[in-house]
């Protein structure tokens, strides 16, 4: 492009011109690492809540606070990291979340009480508040027309994490207990923290804060590494449009007109300047729309997970009330459970190759609705007694269609913001999504002890299907589109 008689160009463009190489290669599996930690703490609370419980004789209560604490830390994480990246930069937030996870966990592990593990708990909760930091991170890095396959490949590490955190409680709870296993998985973070010096800022993000030549030298970097030329003249900040562009713009906001409204002031990035633009009346819609969608989306995933387990282990079978704390206590040493929990979990892979399948075929709205009406379909013989095989098959079934929509959501999560507020509007969603995880336990685990597992089910239904309507109304699909940087008017 010309700009004043001199040639110019964009990230976007940049991006384009290199391609997805060597760099992205890298980028990719430092932030697959971050997602493989992330899935790994928060899948063992399946396994440490019971062994903590029967090792300290705690009550019912004081388990579920294990859990509780973690989410409550995210909720607090997911807000904080958000604002620390888009003021300080992608690579400050992404490293002090790493070092607040991989300590906290770590710490855990040598819990002299319970309090004391509680507020470890909710520190890695904290930490991992920040895993949308590396998403938009990784994000900024892709090319927009192979963003969406790529973004489906990030989010398949977290069924990696989720896979290798069911192996290893499956190889180590029985032989050497719940300490072992909160040790063994606060390693990854650590990984992080190792090649922590390599990594590069976003120049997307170094562009909207007026710092044109530094994201120039770090698009140099991966020119280099990549073994391309960048194009040729000077990186200026801001998108070029053409008239096709401007074309499917008018086609995607049905609004009466449109502009671009431009960020005035670099002080605009991050901070209280870009909550109060996610609650403006530009991005107020997609903004709550959102934050609905991540709520239930929360919610329905942790809830298959102890659904997986509740009903796994016994727990449907009502009428008794002796063997209750017996099936309790056999849930610490019974493998059973951690065979479920693997089989269930491969249900992760299944769901990533029908989303990278999709979802730049038919678009992201779509994809998750129709997996969200797919997921009402399978789930709905458990609301009358099934045999184990059956059972079983249902939650596989479920999961897939779940977790192909979580993903196409974290996908299209960080495309409708723009750059100044991206990781601020995606931790916002995130911390919110958190009182789903709060509340999943007390449909899966309290209403399917208190033997109704009917009206738990159809709360479910009714969650997949209300989210699966409410996605319609978002204002727009992203598939193919190129990141915004500014707040569209």
Not at 136 to 160: N, Q, Y
Request: with cysteine; net charge negative; aromatic share 12%.
């Amino acid at each position: 492009m010309m700009s004043n008689g001199k040639a110019t160009y964009t990230v976007d463009e940049a991006l384009i011109s290199m391609g997805f190489g060597k760099f992205q290669i890298f980028v990719l599996a430092y932030s697959g690492m971050a997602k493989i930690s992330e899935a790994m703490e928060m899948m063992l609370l399946s396994f440490v809540g019971p062994s903590v419980q029967a090792e300290w004789g705690l009550s019912a209560q004081e388990e579920s606070l294990i859990t509780s604490a973690v989410f409550i830390g995210v909720l607090v994480g997911a807000y904080s990291w958000g604002i620390v990246s888009d003021n300080y930069g992608r690579r400050v937030g992404f490293n002090f979340t790493a070092l607040v996870t991989g300590g906290a966990g770590l710490l855990s592990a040598f819990a002299p009480n319970y309090l004391t593990l509680i507020v470890f708990r909710f520190m890695v909760g904290v930490g991992l508040g920040g895993g949308p930091v590396l998403a938009s991170w990784f994000l900024e890095f892709i090319p927009a027309p192979s963003r969406g396959t790529w973004m489906v490949v990030f989010s398949g590490f977290w069924a990696v994490g989720t896979i290798l955190e069911a192996s290893l409680a499956w190889m180590v709870m029985p032989v050497f207990g719940w300490r072992w296993l909160l040790t063994l998985s606060s390693l990854p973070s650590f990984a992080l923290l190792l090649f922590f010096p390599i990594t590069l800022e976003s120049p997307r993000y170094l562009c909207m804060k007026g710092r044109t030549n530094d994201a120039t030298q770090v698009l140099a970097t991966m020119a280099r590494v990549n073994q391309v030329s960048l194009p040729p003249g000077k990186l200026v900040a801001g998108t070029h449009k053409s008239e096709e562009d401007e074309q499917e713009l008018d086609e995607l906001l049905p609004v009466a007109s449109e502009s671009v409204e431009p960020i005035r002031d670099r002080n605009e990035i991050g901070g209280l300047n870009a909550v109060l633009k996610l609650l403006g009346p530009n991005l107020l819609r997609p903004t709550i729309l959102l934050w609905m969608v991540f709520l239930a989306q929360a919610f329905l995933y942790y809830g298959l997970v102890l659904l997986t387990s509740e009903l796994s282990n016994g727990n449907r079978d009502c009428g008794f009330e002796e063997k209750e704390a017996v099936h309790h206590v056999s849930h610490v040493t019974d493998r059973n459970l951690y065979k479920s929990v693997f089989i269930t979990s491969f249900g992760e892979f299944p769901g990533l190759f029908l989303s990278a399948a999709i979802v730049d075929k038919i678009g992201r709205k779509l994809s998750m609705s129709l997996m969200l009406f797919l997921s009402c379909f399978f789930i709905a013989p458990l609301v009358f007694p099934q045999s184990d095989g059956l059972i079983t098959a249902c939650l596989f079934c479920t999961r897939i269609c779940i977790s192909a929509c979580f993903t196409i959501l974290h996908i299209y999560a960080p495309e409708i913001y723009p750059t100044a507020v991206r990781t601020t509007g995606v931790g916002f969603a995130t911390s919110v999504a958190r009182f789903g995880g709060i509340l999943c336990p007390l449909v899966a685990v309290t209403m399917v002890h208190s033997c109704h597992q009917s009206l738990a089910i159809l709360i479910f239904e009714l969650v997949m299907f209300l989210t699966g309507v409410a996605i319609f109304f978002f204002p727009f699909d992203t598939s193919g589109r190129r990141l915004s940087d500014h707040v569209i008017v």
